[in-house]
């Protein structure tokens, strides 16, 4: 069965960094796109960053343009997001997804446990 396991979460001052790592199993990753999601506490589960299975499209929310990057090493079954300038407003659990790139990402209804961040001072 599909395993996503996440990690790299942790309290961190404004403006600090990040980097979150995901290990997936139970399919084969190379052939699948995979992304981030975040979930604040009283939002809605929103789509961060996601990347298609050749690394040669990715996308990302609005509010994480410049500041956040999506990578993958399919060799180790890994997605990253790599989070930079951290703010307040990026506290929320991250959860991993994997899913279909068509004119855009498409998620399944796979999940993580998530990791939480936590940006305060």
């Known amino acids: 069965q599909v395993v996503l396991v996440e990690s790299g979460g942790a309290l961190v001052q404004p403006g600090g960094s990040l980097r979150l790592s995901c290990v997936a199993s139970g399919f084969t990753f190379s052939d699948y796109s995979m992304a981030w999601y975040r979930r604040a506490p009283g939002k809605e589960r929103e789509l961060v960053a996601a990347i298609n299975s050749a690394s040669s499209k990715t996308n990302y929310a609005d509010s994480v343009k410049g500041r956040f990057t999506i990578s993958r090493d399919n060799a180790k079954n890994t997605v990253y997001l790599q989070i930079n300038t951290l703010k307040p407003a990026d506290t929320a659990v991250y959860y991993c997804?994997?899913?279909?790139?068509?004119?855009?990402?498409?998620?399944?209804?796979?999940w993580g446990q998530g990791t939480q961040v936590t940006v305060s001072s």
């Open positions: 997804n994997v899913g279909g790139w068509y004119s855009d990402y498409v998620g399944y209804d796979f």
